[in-house]
């Protein structure tokens, strides 16, 4: 008679239990069950006591150490899904030996106990990529967007092939006919995940030239977006928009449309003014003795005027009928204001001295001839630059009617107003 092993022995131990105790017949079925039911328990205890056991001793050199690693490791339960396989492996090479009597039910035991081993490896993976990616996050670097773009389409990756992996252990079908099946379904495959591998690509393409990062203030040309980069994905790009709502972007676009970083600027502390006005070229007119007696009680003109009185005196003496303004040479109401506006930008403190400082005309247009503005504020933080530059606005739009000059705008009901009482 061949000697019986401990399982077996274990097994009639407990239905002799049962029936001398509990007067209850456990059949082969419902032992079965009650084995099952036993086979699990048993792993969980085991699983429980060695995270009970190993997580504490973790959390303290996690906080010991305060290494980015290891604190990320632990916070994405990556330790929790690396002990779930302990007590998996060991079932995987035990299911043989308690249901080696009863074939279809190692079957099913095994195939679940390997479905569940695919899925707590499959975790495991997911949460080492999500490790990866917030440690890089935590330099917030152009490499940055290379790791979060490459570890997502890696999860694509893994999720699929998990899948005909989960598809393989549950009807046992063959990897070739898998093969076969995905051959056939290759454009079908290539049109679902069209926008990843797009996203991916272009993830690459952002990481490599260092267009932009996490952080960042980028203008987009295509829809005229402006914000802060929140989040780049394989798919997408979050920008939180000055109102704070938030817009996103599909990742492509970064790299297909006009993208302007507005970081380098910041860097530099200047941020540029370049506006125009419009001025009516009707209130044009040479300067008479009259107007540049009161430009040249202006301050910041002063000795200009003072200077080109001179100049002016001196040319004019061998020029016949000199005193017809377009003979000789004469100063023009717009041309004293464009040296004012010079001046102007020179003598204050919030406009860079160090940068250049451009006051330019503009082609005329039936909408006047603009005046436009160029330069270089001290500060390149938004509210002080809107301060800088509507300072500097307000000055000029109202200094500009002591030139006797007028700006181009719609006419109003007021305009109309004073046209009638003036006629």
Known sequence: MQDKSFYEEFSDGVKFFFNQYFKIDLSENLFTFFEIVSWIAILFVIDFVLRAGILPLLKKLKNFTENDWLKFLYSNKVFISTIHLIPISFALSMNQILFKDDGNVYIIVQRITELISLIVFTQLVFRVINTTIDVYNEENSYTTIGVRTFGQMLKFIITFFSIISGIMILFTVDKNTIITVLGALTAAVLLIFRDAIFGFVSGLQISYSRIVKVGDWITISKGDMEGIVKEININ??????????????????????????????????????????????????????????????????????????????????????????????????????????????????????????IVKQLPVSPLGMPLEIGCFTTSASNLEFERIQSDIFDHLLTACRKFDLEIMQSISLSDIKNYNIKS
């Open 236 to 357: 997408l790009v979050k920008i939180e928009k000055f109102d704070k709502s938030i817009a996103t972007v599909p990742t492509v676009d970064l790299v297909s449309s006009q993208v302007t970083n507005h970081m380098a600027m910041l860097a530099t502390g200047t941020r540029q003014i370049k506006r125009s006005v419009s001025f009516n070229v009707n209130s044009f007119q040479f300067c008479n003795e009259e107007m540049l007696d009161r430009f040249e009680d202006i301050t910041l003109i002063h000795k200009y005027i003072q200077q080109k009185r001179q100049e002016i005196t001196l040319f004019n003496q061998d020029i016949e009928n000199s005193d017809l303004d377009i003979n000789g040479k004469n100063l023009t109401n717009i041309g004293v204001f464009r040296i004012y506006v010079e001046h102007y930008l020179k003598s204050l403190k919030t406009v860079s001295q160090k940068d250049p400082i």
